[in-house]
Structures are given as structure tokens and as C-alpha cells.
């Protein structure tokens, strides 16, 4: 398989499992409080991305500081045991411990693995993006997205400190970002990659349901999202690969997948 057949692959399971988890969520009326528990409340966006560039400068000291990367080695098995519990739990909460803990061991034996990687990669995406988007109403995801998309450019080619965050995850192997192997290159895709396009459609799809009551609309709606987001990668992916050159994903699938929502409901 080339790359995109691989990323294509990476980015359905995680969209398919994140949908899944959200489902769930919303049935069992799970929420998580960003800053308050208004869904409509554009602070909730201003939070989300203060604790992004908290969390950021937070990586960034730990780079700085620890060279030997055991404490991100730490952060990223807190992530994945955490996640792997929770995702469990919603299928067969008896054994969501269990299957935790024995996964989180797998991580540390075989730290070499992509498969563990990436899987790790795939369920904490798939956790949190539907957590975020069965939290949020969608204009102030709109909002998030956006101000996200800024960042992630300036953060790309302005500081250049996304580069040097993702040459850790490389080099530390940490399940903090997927690894996409070809004959030539590892590519490295941020989870926010695919976390994003999950928080987004599922609080668009969630936002339209709630208005016109149609689930089939909203499963069009939420169709057309990730499509319209899996090209902004895909054109991404492309870029770097022939212009060998870091490229930030977010601004082209966030552009696209505004655009999206503003069309169809336009229309719908």
C-alpha cells in the first residue's frame, strides 16, 4: 500500500471508532466540562485552546529539560491507559481494566511496535475527539477549529516548534502521533489531525440533528464533513511528500470542513 492508501485506512477507523464512542456518549449522556457546561458557550473554545498551548509550552520544557524522555514517555502511558479503559469500558466495562493494563504492558515490551503505536494513537483519538464533540454545539467548535488552524501555521512555519515536537515523538517512539511507513520515509500525522475532523462532525452532526430532527441529513452532512477533511489531509500529505517540506494539516481540512457546514446547511 502507498501512503495514502495507508492514511485513508488510519483516518476511517479512527472516524468509524470515534463515531461509535460518541454514540455511546450521547446515549448515555456523557458530557465533559471544558470550561462550563454551556455547549454554546464560545468560552469553551477559548479553553480548549489555552489548554493546548498550556499542555504545549508544558511538552516543550519537558524537551528542553529531560533529554532521556521518561517523562513523556510517562505522559504518553497515562494517555493510553486512560483512553484504552475508557473505550473498553463502553463495550465491556468488566474488562476494561484488565484489557488496560494488558495492552499498556504489550506498549512497553514491543516500544517498537507501529501497530501498538498507531492502534494507541487510533483509540485515543477516537476518545477524545468524541468526547470534545458531544460537548460542544458547533459554532463554538467553529471557533476552536479555527483559532486552531492559526496556531498549527504559525506553529509549523513561523516557530518551527511543531517540527521539533514531532522529531521527538519520532524519536522518543511515542504513541503521541501516528506513523505512517513507506520505502522512502516514516510520516508522522498528529493525532490532532484526526482528533479534529471527529470533534467537528460529531458536533455538526449532533448540532443539525438537534434542529431538524432528519438522522439521515445528518449522516449526509457528517459524510460530506469527513470527506471534505480526509481531502485537506490528502492535499497535505501530498505536499510534503513531493515538496518535502512540514506542512500543518489543520488550516486546509478546517477550511474545508467550514466550508462544508456552511454550504449544506445553506442548502439544508
Not at 499498556?104 to 514491543?110: S, Y
Not at 518535502?244 to 481540512?253: D, G, S, V
Amino acid at each position: 500500500m502507498n501512503l495514502f492508501q495507508k492514511m485513508l485506512i488510519l483516518f476511517v477507523v479512527t472516524q468509524l471508532l470515534g463515531l461509535y464512542v460518541a454514540n455511546v456518549f450521547i446515549q448515555e449522556n456523557i458530557k465533559t466540562i471544558i470550561v462550563n457546561d454551556n455547549p454554546d458557550d464560545i468560552w469553551n473554545a477559548v479553553g480548549l485552546v489555552s489548554y493546548i498551548l498550556i499542555f504545549t509550552g508544558i511538552f516543550l520544557l519537558i524537551m528542553k529539560f529531560s533529554k532521556t524522555g521518561k517523562i513523556l514517555s510517562l505522559m504518553e502511558k497515562i494517555v493510553v491507559f486512560s483512553t484504552t479503559s475508557i473505550f473498553v469500558y463502553l463495550i465491556v466495562p468488566e474488562l476494561s481494566f484488565l484489557f488496560a493494563v494488558l495492552f499498556l504492558a504489550l506498549r512497553i515490551l514491543l516500544p517498537e511496535s507501529i501497530l501498538l503505536r498507531n492502534i494507541s494513537a487510533i483509540i485515543s483519538s477516537a476518545v477524545v475527539g468524541s468526547m470534545l464533540g458531544v460537548s460542544l454545539n458547533i459554532i463554538p467548535v467553529i471557533v476552536f477549529v479555527a483559532a486552531l488552524s492559526i496556531y498549527d501555521i504559525i506553529a509549523v512555519f513561523f516557530t518551527k516548534h511543531m517540527v521539533a515536537m514531532a522529531e521527538t515523538l519520532k524519536e522518543k517512539n511515542l504513541a503521541l502521533a501516528f506513523t505512517i511507513p513507506t520505502k522512502e520515509h516514516n510520516y508522522l500525522i498528529g493525532t490532532g489531525d484526526l482528533v479534529i475532523p471527529l470533534v467537528f462532525v460529531v458536533s455538526a452532526m449532533s448540532s443539525f440533528y438537534a434542529e431538524t430532527a432528519n438522522r439521515l441529513m445528518s449522516n449526509v452532512l457528517g459524510l460530506i464533513i469527513l470527506i471534505m477533511s480526509l481531502l485537506g489531509i490528502g492535499i497535505t500529505l501530498w505536499i510534503t511528500k513531493n515538496k518535502k517540506m512540514a506542512m500543518p494539516a489543520l488550516p486546509l481540512q478546517c477550511l474545508f470542513m467550514i466550508i462544508a457546514w456552511f454550504v449544506f446547511n445553506f442548502f439544508f
